[in-house]
């Protein structure tokens, strides 16, 4: 039999379209939930720039999913995990749905509270694998939220960005292993003030943006205006808001949709691969990035292939944290900079 499962109760969140400016943030953050593939966001600024709210509206745009009843690790009915520490789980086991989870993750937080913990010796004793989910496996197929990701020990953002990249989580003790699922969108917070992230570190990161306190009086002053009218009235405030809610929602389910069918012509390939042999990255990894948030782009804006206007704003966000070559060099990418590789990139491609 089918069971549902209600969302959770809890206080009204700030809107994700009544956060005003960091048109950036905000584009990033849909990117990555258009195509987790882009490798999640690192949004770097100052306090009080509203990180947070931006991250925390968002997991209430994503759709709900089907789940397996009682599976801890968010199966899904359609296609279980088959190393599910909790299955295995039939094809099409009775399920419900639960709304897509923001899981954050404390900076204090240890190794075990991050992958979980493995009872030794029960799993000897009794020959049965007692294991307790950690927070990799309550974000699985949600948001995991990393506020101050660069207080983080290095080890502990190594794990979750290895799990992030591979989908996977992965727990062994002494010879015994334990492995499930953990696809999440990542998003990690930092006010460099605090310290800077490893380079090999944010270079894992697919996308980054610069989130500053506008400067603009009117700006600001709106900012004000609705920060106090949601506390004044969260209810209302988000009832104002909901048509667009709704309206954001709808667009980004159909952009995940249709992002698999959008098609990269050889020739952006070759522009994107122009722009990051300009901008002289390590690796490969920003051409993956690039390709992916371009994709996710053009899915967003509801079109069938990749245009260079696509490549120009997944470049935009994936070269920044990129280009460092000094530890103490500012992440940072030059607008006109970027104007420049791309029409030499399209004088390299010459005429369609």
Aim: aromatic content about 4%.
């Amino acid at each position: 039999m089918s069971t549902s499962t209600a969302p959770a109760a809890g206080p009204p969140r700030f809107p994700f379209s009544a956060v005003v400016g960091h048109d950036d943030l905000r584009l990033a953050l849909l990117l990555n939930a258009v195509h987790p593939g882009v490798g999640g966001v690192l949004v770097r600024g100052e306090k009080g720039t509203a990180k947070s709210t931006a991250v925390r509206a968002l997991a209430a745009l994503l759709p709900s999913h089907a789940v397996v009843d009682a599976c801890r690790f968010g199966c899904d009915p359609a296609a279980p995990d088959p190393s599910c520490p909790d299955g295995p789980h039939p094809a099409g086991a009775a399920g419900g749905r639960r709304p897509a989870r923001l899981v954050e993750l404390p900076v204090g937080a240890t190794e075990d509270r991050l992958v979980g913990s493995l009872d030794l010796e029960k799993a000897l004793s009794e020959g049965r694998r007692a294991y307790q989910p950690g927070l990799l496996a309550d974000a699985h197929r949600g948001v995991l939220y990393v506020d101050e990701v660069n207080l983080l020990h290095d080890h502990l953002v190594d794990l979750l960005l290895d799990a992030a990249a591979m989908g996977r989580a992965h727990v062994e003790r002494d010879g015994v292993s334990v492995s499930h699922a953990a696809r999440f969108l990542l998003v990690g917070t930092m006010n460099p003030e605090e310290g800077e992230l490893r380079p090999q570190l944010l270079d894992r990161f697919g996308l980054t943006v610069e989130v500053r306190a506008s400067r603009d009086v009117d700006t600001r002053v709106e900012v004000t205006r609705r920060r106090m009218a949601f506390e004044d009235d969260p209810a209302g405030f988000v009832a104002r808001f909901a048509p667009d809610e709704t309206a954001t929602a709808a667009r980004l389910r159909a952009a995940q949709a249709h992002v698999s069918a959008v098609a990269v012509s050889d020739r952006e390939l070759r522009r994107i691969a122009f722009v990051c042999a300009r901008f002289d990255v390590d690796g490969m990894r920003a051409d993956l990035v690039i390709t992916r948030a371009a994709a996710a782009h053009a899915a967003w804006e509801g079109r069938d292939a990749v245009t260079a206007d696509d490549v120009r704003v997944a470049a935009r966000l994936a070269l920044p944290h990129r280009r460092r070559r000094d530890p103490f060099d500012e992440p940072g990418l030059d607008p006109a900079e970027l104007d420049r590789a791309l029409a030499d990139a399209e004088d390299h491609l010459g005429p369609e």
